[in-house]
């Protein structure tokens, strides 16, 4: 019994040992960002980079704000995440009800469309997207980046929904339809509030992956005010990439909104991830 009990705290020190280890892995690198944001660049380069700041230097905050107008940058990333996330919302779970409640002789047909989308990468299709926004004139307007982001999100999106929209029981519709309820209905008031977990999911790989893109609005604008965060980071890494103060005090700027994003939102991110895994 000795041995037993021996062998789990052993187990648990071990455990809390590796988590602290990742945590540290984890933690490190921003604590090391923040620390060298407020160096000068010659301080930076004399001294260890391991070092605290010989002299605390706030002023590459506000210096690399006004550089990169991180006003607009940031209102513009925020308009572009928030129209993304509500449309792919809205158009995946439409979707989702109608390939998983509604079959018709089109669902695999239509369905399988989506489903290919996911094996394409941004990579391979960045040229033609280029071309087609050119032709129809939507190069450097917000609509030409809204239709883009919103159509690659769709069809893990859709995937997400429809799977799990099929575990919701056939009674529950039915009833509904008895009731006199219209399929707007049903989707509105019984498919939205039983999917939220899901949807959940759905919105947080939509957050992450449209407020850090930065491929495709890089060629799709080239006015600074309709640029978004990580454009107007990637300035830095340019004619000012030896300013190495602000350069990483733009890096701390950037991943502020993220972290804020977690610190509000972790038990809703937490429990959407875990319950909105696809079934079967």
């Known amino acids: 019994m000795a041995d037993i009990r021996k062998t789990n705290i052993f187990a648990l020190i071990l455990m809390y040992f590796i988590v602290i280890l990742f945590a540290m ?8 960002l923040i620390v060298n944001s407020f ?12 070092a605290f700041p010989s002299m605390w230097f706030y002023s590459n905050y506000p210096n690399a704000w006004r550089t990169a107008n991180f006003t607009v940058l940031i209102l513009n990333s925020i308009l572009y995440t928030s129209v993304t996330v509500i449309s792919i919302i809205i158009l995946s779970f439409m979707a989702g009800f109608a390939f998983a ?3 018709s002789k089109l669902t695999p047909v239509l369905h399988g469309s989506f489903i290919i989308g996911i094996l394409i990468t941004l ?13 129809v004139g939507l190069y450097n307007t917000r609509l030409g980046v809204l239709i883009p982001y919103i159509g690659i ?6 995937y997400l929904a429809t799977e799990y929209i099929k575990g919701i029981p056939e009674s529950v519709i039915e009833s509904a339809r008895i009731d006199g309820a219209k399929y707007l209905r049903i989707f509105r008031s019984i498919i939205l509030p039983m999917a939220a977990p899901v949807a959940t999911t759905v919105a947080i790989l939509t957050v992450t992956g449209t407020w850090n893109e930065f491929m495709l609005i890089n060629i799709l604008v080239s006015s600074d005010r309709l640029k978004s965060l990580p454009v107007g980071i990637n300035m830095f890494s340019g004619s000012l990439a030896t300013d190495y103060g602000r350069q990483f005090a733009a890096l701390v700027i950037g991943m502020t909104p993220m972290i804020i994003f977690y610190a509000i939102f972790r038990k809703q991110i937490t429990r959407g991830v875990a319950a909105g895994a696809v079934k079967g």
């Open 101 to 103: 409640k509604l079959p």
């Open 39 to 50: 160096k000068t660049t010659q301080d930076y380069m004399r001294v260890s980079k391991l």
């Open 123 to 135: 990579q391979c299709i960045m040229v033609p997207l280029f071309l087609m926004i050119r032709t």
């Open 153 to 158: 999100g769709l069809p893990i999106a859709v």
């Open 25 to 32: 892995l984890a933690v490190y690198p921003i604590f090391w």
